[in-house]
């Protein structure tokens, strides 16, 4: 089983950028999708971006095109997403997920492991 642990949130100003990480355990973590999530108070979980097992494809909100960047890294088991000009909008708890097939979605329930998140601040 995939395990996921985030990491590279913290506080930012608007227009600013950070770069979150995705790291896993298990072999089979690179045969399958990743994406993001976040989550912002009182509001559901929602769909950030994608990437299929090669990289080849990749899935943006249209919230985010243009401003956020996923790659992969299989030799490594990471995946990053580079958030560039940051608005307060964006400010949420950011999860990583694991696919459960290997082109990935922008749905919640094509994602079956997931990990603890990680808090993106971005002040106005």
């Known amino acids: 089983q995939v395990q996921l642990v985030e990491s590279g949130g913290g506080l930012v100003q608007a227009g600013g950028s950070l770069r979150l990480s995705c790291a896993a355990s298990?072999?089979?973590?690179?045969?399958?999708?990743v994406g993001w999530f976040r989550q912002a108070p009182g509001k559901e979980r929602e769909f950030v971006a994608a990437?299929?097992?090669?990289?080849?494809?990749?899935y943006y909100a249209d919230s985010v095109k243009g401003r956020f960047t996923i790659s992969r890294d299989n030799a490594r088991n990471t995946v990053s997403l580079q958030m560039n000009d940051l608005k307060p909008e964006d400010t949420a708890v950011y999860y990583c997920?694991?696919?459960?097939?290997?082109?990935?979605?922008?749905?919640?329930?094509?994602?079956?492991?997931w990990g603890q998140g990680t808090q993106v601040t971005v002040s106005s």
């Open positions: 990437i299929s097992w090669t990289g080849r494809f990749t």
């Open positions: 298990g072999r089979t973590f690179s045969t399958y999708a």
């Open positions: 997920a694991s696919g459960r097939d290997a082109y990935g979605s922008r749905r919640q329930e094509d994602f079956r492991a």
